[in-house]
């Protein structure tokens, strides 16, 4: 999954509260337990892990489809997850658009019931900024690395609450 597409849905998928708390859960076990291989990713790969392992299971059968040589460089800590996902695999082919979604039941604001109901709870683009800035912090500094050192944000400002203004303040938020 692209990185970019993965670091959205990982924010649409957690509101700021749970952002923060496993930030803190994250910091706590890498300093008050001593336990520097903690990996807030590999504890809730629900969000971190599984969306991403799912999209790259489906290509590598796309692709086994149409060529007979295949070779894909993957973390070990991923090993297990893929095979999993392969050995679950659906037996139709599924669209890779089709695997880019929110996680279901994570963050109420992208399943809300009706439109108005959508639009009070629909999150700000500060909000969305500040759950990128700590997930980001909390896993490897990619869009910090990448984007706001050269005074660009990858993510569009439309669909939010206060959306106006908002490009206005990324640069002074993040």
Not at 13 to 41: G, M, R, T
Not at 97 to 112: H, M
Not at 155 to 170: K, P
Request: glycine fraction near 2%; hydrophobic fraction near 45%.
């Amino acid at each position: 999954m692209p990185i970019l597409i993965q670091k959205e849905l990982q924010a649409r998928s957690l509101s700021v509260d749970q952002c923060k708390a496993v930030f803190k859960e994250a910091i706590s076990q890498w300093h008050d337990a001593d336990n520097i291989s903690y990996d807030p990713q590999l504890k809730y790969k629900e969000i971190f892990v599984i969306p991403r392992i799912n999209y790259m299971t489906e290509v590598l059968r796309q692709l086994g489809s149409t060529h007979k040589k295949i070779v894909a460089i993957v973390e070990s800590d991923h090993l297990e997850y893929i095979d999993n996902a392969w050995m679950e695999i659906p037996a139709d082919m599924r669209s890779l658009e089709s695997l880019i979604k929110v996680a279901k039941g994570w963050n109420a604001n992208v399943f809300a019931e009706s439109d108005l109901e959508n639009n009070l709870k629909q999150e700000t683009f500060l909000e969305f900024i500040e759950k990128l800035a700590i997930l980001d912090v909390m896993t490897d500094s990619f869009i910090n690395d990448n984007f706001i050192k050269h005074r660009a944000f990858p993510f569009s400002h439309l669909g939010f609450l206060g959306h106006e203004t908002a490009m206005l303040n990324v640069f002074t938020y993040w």
